[in-house]
């Protein structure tokens, strides 16, 4: 019993992600995947709305990333990224 229950819930979630993967288009407008989306629709429409958006959102959660200086201890489990340049 328990086996069917989690296939039902697999196929559900599935069913969720390809509705949100096809899904283009809302009210008419389209709906940009990742962020040159947004701004290429900004560029067509002559508007900066996806950008204000954009910026507003990335002011909020800014302060959920700490900057840890070269020399400062790094949290256990956590790994510095290398800027491979």
Not at 21 to 35: N, W
Not at 38 to 59: F, H, N, P, V, Y
Request: hydrophobic share 40%; proline share 4%; net charge positive.
């Amino acid at each position: 019993m328990c086996l069917k229950k989690r296939d039902v819930i697999i196929s559900l979630v599935k069913q969720c992600n390809v509705k949100y993967l096809k899904k283009t288009h809302k009210y008419s407008l389209p709906l940009p995947k990742l962020v040159d989306d947004a701004l290429s629709i900004d560029r067509r429409s002559g508007s900066t709305l996806w950008a204000d958006t954009i910026t507003k959102e990335m002011k909020n959660i800014r302060v959920a990333f700490v900057t840890l200086e070269d020399s400062g201890n790094v949290p256990h489990g956590f790994q510095l990224l290398s800027n491979a340049t």
